[in-house]
């Protein structure tokens, strides 16, 4: 694909991977993404943002090519498929300075050996740069979601390009994303696997954005937000809202003994008015259970005991909550064991680092009788007591 404009001098240059299903060996992207990078044309200069995944290599240098060639390239994120060719891209504009944070300078050299070090130059948070009549503004923004990360604002067309922040993980050849219906959806999946686990600091940022009140954003991945508020606002509930009536649970059962616990326990908070999201564990689609714990207020682990802990899928299920961090206010396991509960008996431990209250495990030897039934029962209150909005 060539190179395509935005606004008059400003062109969205990089590669859109239709075919790719898989991104860092562990998030689901079902609708494939694109690799966004920007040039900027101002009266005496040019500026290029960012790169292409190294896969993409020939077609971006067609591209840069076809372009004034850029006096700086910015580098708003060390991560391989933003920054994987800018040795290429520096060695094909040899009188391109490189700018970054002071973090990104050490990591683009640590994964880019190739890369000259000694035109890399490091931007102060803040600081300008004047391209003639188009002026740059770079705003570090750590922990979004790498240490180094910044975003730039172009203050006379305000356009803010973004990086990963606001991106989605949707291959389209639309270059504005006008479809809501869809981008927005893709858009939180993609903060629920990479931006919630650093929402603390995300939030912050995110008000940092909102002060330059941008006209458009253009992200790193996905289409280009014509309307800002639709994802601004998006980011602003899925990181301030409280968590919804909503229980997400995982389960697996090897023999029925767990299936019959967790059947009652969904019973039980179903009649209190809780909806009740369940994922197969053998069968993890982690790009849904990333979203449906954006605003889910109590995770649930069903699992029985497998060797020294509960069964390995429902761990990776616990792994993969205990890495998001997301805002649940309760965590509850519960599972059947054949002869020693010791396996079940500390998921906290499994887990550490979730702001949650963690429920004491219902465990049942073999299968679940009475007692451990009425225990499933006490379990589906005290959820119903962990979740409801606290009184004004």
């Known amino acids: 694909m060539n190179p395509r404009t935005l606004r008059p001098g400003i062109h969205w240059l990089g590669a859109i991977d239709w075919d790719r299903r898989l991104f860092d060996a562990l998030i689901p992207i079902p609708e494939g993404t694109s690799y966004n990078a920007y040039h900027v044309q101002g009266a005496a200069k040019a500026a290029l943002f960012d790169s292409a995944d190294p896969a993409f290599l020939e077609l971006f240098l067609r591209q840069v090519a076809s372009l004034p060639a850029p006096d700086y390239v910015v580098a708003h994120h060390a991560e391989p498929d933003h920054s994987g060719c800018l040795p290429d891209v520096m060695r094909a504009c040899p009188s391109a300075v490189l700018l970054c944070t002071p973090k990104a300078q050490g990591m683009l050299c640590d994964l880019l050996p190739d890369l000259p070090a000694d035109r890399i130059r490091p931007v102060a948070d803040g600081e300008r740069i004047d391209l003639g009549g188009r002026t740059l503004r770079f705003v570090h923004t750590p922990w979004v979601h790498w240490p180094e990360t910044m975003v730039t604002f172009l203050e006379e067309d305000r356009g803010l390009f973004s990086c990963d922040l606001f991106g989605s993980h949707l291959a389209t050849s639309k270059l504005w994303a006008e479809d809501d219906a869809r981008t927005l959806p ?19 940022n995110l008000e940092k954005v909102r002060a330059l009140d941008p006209a458009w954003i253009a992200p790193s991945h996905g289409p280009v937000h014509a309307q800002p508020a639709a994802i601004l606002g998006a980011y602003g509930s899925w990181l301030n809202d409280p968590p919804l009536r909503k229980a997400v649970m995982v389960r697996v059962s090897t023999h029925g003994s767990t299936a019959a ?62 890495g998001l961090k997301p805002k649940a206010r309760v965590v509850a396991t ?59």
Do not use: N
């Open 186 to 204: 893709g858009a939180r999946l993609y903060y629920a696997q990479i931006m919630m686990a650093y929402a603390t600091v995300v939030r912050k």
């Open 261 to 322: 616990m967790a059947d009652r326990l969904v019973a039980g908070l179903v009649a209190r008015g809780i909806d009740v999201e369940p994922f197969d564990a053998c069968s993890l689609q982690v790009d849904r259970y990333a979203s449906a714990l954006v605003d889910a207020s109590a995770l649930v682990i069903a699992a029985p005991a497998i060797w020294d802990g509960p069964h390995p899928a429902a761990l990776l299920a616990m792994t993969i909550a205990a």
């Open 334 to 392: 519960l599972g059947s064991y054949g002869w020693s509960p010791k396996a079940l008996l500390d998921p906290a431990a499994r887990m550490p680092g979730l702001k949650a209250q963690f429920l004491p495990p219902v465990t049942a030897k073999g299968a679940p009788r009475a007692e451990a039934f009425a225990a499933v029962d006490a379990m589906a209150a005290s959820i119903d007591d962990a979740i409801r909005p606290s009184a004004p």
